[in-house]
């Protein structure tokens, strides 16, 4: 069993700031990828940010130079900061992970989601 376990969403003015938590847990050998990804009303999920596990970043036009996504590797966690939210990044963010488990390989896990709403 692997479970990624999100945190830090919430509601918040446009241009402010929130904190996103993910920790990954269970039978894990090894974590490459993680990320984040988002999801608005009757939109597509899409790409927020990821990082790899040599720290190689990659983020959606639409946040760079405002979110940053970084991990911990010895908590197997990642984070994103989001700064100068607008009311268009309001979503459920969810957190994704690709894990290589012992003896199973490696595979996509995801969050449950947390709601970020920005509205003033």
């Known amino acids: 069993q692997v479970q990624l376990v999100e945190s830090g969403g919430g509601l918040v003015q446009p241009g402010g700031s929130l904190r996103l938590s993910c920790a990954a847990s269970?039978?894990?050998?090894?974590?490459?990828?993680m990320g984040w990804y988002r999801q608005a009303p009757g939109k597509e999920r899409e790409l927020v940010a990821v990082?790899?596990?040599?720290?190689?970043?990659n983020y959606a036009d639409s946040v760079k130079g405002r979110f940053t996504i970084s991990r911990n590797s010895a908590k197997n966690s990642v984070y994103l900061q989001m700064n100068s939210l607008e009311p268009e990044d309001t979503a459920v963010y969810y957190c994704?992970?690709?894990?290589?488990?012992?003896?199973?390989?490696?595979?996509?896990?995801w969050g449950q989601g947390t709601q970020v709403t920005v509205s003033s």
């Open positions: 994704n992970a690709r894990i290589r488990r012992p003896f199973l390989g490696e595979n996509d896990y």
């Open positions: 269970g039978s894990i050998f090894s974590i490459n990828a």
């Open positions: 990082i790899t596990n040599g720290g190689s970043t």
